[in-house]
């Protein structure tokens, strides 16, 4: 597939996380284009927009609001391709700011997409083994979703728990 990456980062855990992500779905044989919001809009993915799978990364700014960079990359993309249903999010924040607002940019922007997609949810930067194994599922998870022409929005919410169940609201 055509997957289309675009992150924002300010202290390297969200972009971690993006690599993690890229070179899953590099290892697995897909073509990835890469974009850091901070200093790329959709113009860098060059002549056309369009992907198989868009998958959208973010940290997330007081009381869970999505960086500017990012809302800003997200009015370019809906305008270009419209809200896609091939999409997911992921993002890391940090359980300190509360438990309302943690990954809040993730929520928001999921629920803005209406994506049925699992969201990805890692506090701080990933570390350890259990991280990256995360990181991993969650992926092949995406990517698996994304590669079956059967699924649907209502098959995939009712088949895919998010990554950290624990912390799904409603
Ligand atoms: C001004 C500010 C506000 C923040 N507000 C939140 C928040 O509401 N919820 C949250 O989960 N994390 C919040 N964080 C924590 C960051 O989202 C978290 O450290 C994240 O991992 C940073 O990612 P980055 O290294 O990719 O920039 C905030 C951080 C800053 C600097």
Redesign the pocket.
Known sequence: MRILIAY????????EVAFQVRERCQQLGHRITWIDTFMQGLAAAGDDPRHDLYLLGA???????TPPEMKRFIAELVAAVGKPPRLAVFG????Q??EE????AVRRMAAFFDTGYPRLEIE??PHGQRDALKIERWTDHVLAIAGDPGATHTTIDKATPHADPARLIR
């Open positions: 924002t980062s300010l202290s390297g855990n969200t972009r940290w997330s700014d007081n009381a869970g609001r890391t924040g940090e359980t700011w509360g607002y943690y990954c809040g701080q930067m």
